[in-house]
């Protein structure tokens, strides 16, 4: 089994924002969560632990990891899409100073890169070998801790989805994804579980 995790939640203002890459701490709602994670999962079970090496990713991965940090493999092929120029900009901010670029945004999601930054079809193509990589030979139980963006391009790539539907799949903060491989096909257990809601199997 694949558990996906989102992240914890962390410390941005009230206006909607692009976060990208930049490298934000957990806030305090966000190391709960990890704290939560740690205490429902069973991490000494777990084969592997991979993460981000973003700061919100590896601050969860080593707070579930707990007595098991020798366990947490750290990738920066599993970072967040890069924004480039749009990183830290509100979404009113890109709209007013990127009118164009935005405006292609809105007719191919999928392929629009925001200067400097990645598309993502790029990051699927970052994100599918390292994610290949990580499951190969899989036998045990695998946790892999990464972003919104990042957890929607899997998730989309084992179901066979067109990456124009990411953000019809739901990632909060904190949040679980079980995929189980079983006779070469993936299967979706569960998705998008907050940490209070999860109940380890008996």
Not at 160 to 187: C, I, P, T, V
Request: charged share 25%.
């Amino acid at each position: 089994m694949i558990y996906l995790l989102r992240h914890g939640e962390i410390e941005q203002s009230e206006e909607k924002r692009f976060v990208g890459q930049a490298d934000l701490p957990l806030n305090e709602n966000g190391l709960h969560q990890a704290c939560l994670w740690q205490q429902k999962l069973k991490t000494g079970l777990f084969e592997k632990i991979y993460s981000s090496d973003l700061r919100r990713a590896s601050q969860t991965a080593l707070i579930i990891a707990g007595h098991h940090k020798g366990k947490v493999h750290v990738l920066p092929a599993l970072r967040e899409i890069n924004l480039g120029k749009w990183e830290g900009l509100s979404v009113a901010d890109a709209q007013a100073l990127f009118p164009e670029e935005w405006q292609r945004r809105e007719k191919d999601l999928v392929t629009f890169r925001p200067p400097g930054g990645e598309s993502f079809r790029d990051l699927a193509l970052r994100i599918g070998p390292v994610f290949d990589q990580i499951v190969q030979g899989l036998e045990g139980d695998i946790l892999i801790v990464a972003h919104a963006g990042v957890n929607r391009v899997i998730i989309c790539q084992v179901l066979g989805m067109d990456l124009a539907n990411l953000f019809r799949l739901g990632q909060d903060y904190g949040s679980l994804n079980l995929l189980e491989y079983n006779k070469d096909e993936w299967r979706v257990v569960a998705m998008n579980i907050p940490a209070d809601h999860y109940e380890p199997p008996a």
